[in-house]
């Protein structure tokens, strides 16, 4: 099936009416909502759909996850709560196979699990969708006066989600022993390596699967639950399944925070990747802002010293100000749109502070007034250089650190929303195992049998590892 892909809107209701009317047609239909405005969908949620939809519910990355059971639960649509990327992936197909069957939409969250994730999945073998014959059905698409064809939609929904629950593949179980836990959505990352522990993993917060989780709870002596808030508890007790109160393993055996179960990295050619390289290099203290650019603190870079409330200028201008030490060498990461968001008053305090910021002139996301147009309405020093190099990097970064108040514009793109170059490769002959290029912090970069190597599937071909290999054992790709 080809996708089509629709520019973005402005409101969530005008999102899921775009997505409704494709669904109409007999197409399917994917559509992106923050979960904030989930609660929209109670206006189509007892209506039909032609094609399947599915509605990726996404959470902020700067506010505490919702727990969206409840929700699913009140609307009637099935909720998918995917653990790691290649779930996700796996249970896209699953979602619109779900759609089509119950003839109505299909909830999946994207949580921060997923959002911090940078790992290469693999899809499943899909089968091509073909558009759906149309004809107009009184009450189908469209509420009327005391909703009875709603009501008799509901309740075939209900039967036929039901019979999905028998067969559904939401549910996986690993392991196996005395000691058993059910395990909802994103948790997963906190459940430790531990013997004799069964684990039912639930890839779908409503509706639970209650009868699978009964087989489960007989075939375990203590059961316990890991859940974000406390939805399934209660039903659990209802249903006359009993739950251990607390965990299987002490405080202690939880995964380390310096030992993620998925280490947060940046993505295969990210443009933050060469500065925030070279600003460790010249043992800069650096502040960001949330989202991807926290992701540099990560093991493979470590490379960010705070991330506050969403202003990194007036972050890194404390602590230059508590640390006189620090003088030009505090530096502020801020994107274009930040950058442009920051107050007269903020820049002008910036503007002869100690500190200097770097901006990110993302050519897939430009901002309505470019990096250096607001820096020239307030006099501010420019440097500029390009985002995969180096050299050029660390030359504005030093012009920057030897002149504080400046900023230091980089222009580059999303790695997730520009083509990627042809893969670098390893001269395995030339490679004398130094490690510098693991340095980069890249996932494209593996060591194996002391030697450096690249996956030719994950490098975006940015260059940076080739710049700092002191033999050129890593060398250009060559166009396909």
Known sequence: MDLLEE??????????????????????????????????LSRISDLGCGGGILFLLVGQEDAPPADLRPLAQQLELPLLTPAVP?????????GFALSGKIAAPVLAEVGPWLLDAASMVEFPQGQSASLLDYQRESGRFVRLPGAEKQKIQLAERRKALLSWLEVSPCVTRKGEGETGLIVTGGMAHSVPQMERLAVLQLGMGWPVNLEEIRRFSQSVEHLYLLEKGRYLAPILAEAGIPVEPGLPWAPEETISPDLPARPPQLCPGCPWRGVLYTLKKEKASVFVESGCLSLGAGLLMKGVDGCGAGSPLALA?????????KAGKTAALLTAQGWEGCSFAQLGDFSSSRIFAVVLEDAAQPAQLTP?????????????????????IRDGVRSCMARPGSVLILHGSCAAKEESLPAHRVDRELCTGCRQCLRMGCPAISFPEHKSAI??????????????????????????
């Open 455 to 480: 996956d030719p599937n994950c490098c975006a071909g940015c260059g940076l590892c080739g710049e700092i290999c002191p033999v050129k054992a890593i060398q250009k790709g060559e166009k396909a």
């Open 372 to 392: 250096q147009q607001v820096a020239r309405a307030m006099d501010i020093p420019i440097v500029e250089a390009d985002s995969h190099s180096l050299s050029q």
């Open 317 to 325: 201008m404390g602590f230059a100000a508590s640390r006189p030490g």
């Open 86 to 94: 290649q779930d996700c992936a796996s249970l896209l197909g699953e």
């Open 7 to 40: 520019p973005g809107c402005s409101r969530p209701e005008e999102a899921i009416d775009r997505a409704f009317g494709t669904s109409i047609a007999g197409a399917r239909a994917l559509c992106v909502l923050s979960a904030s405005s989930a609660g929209v």
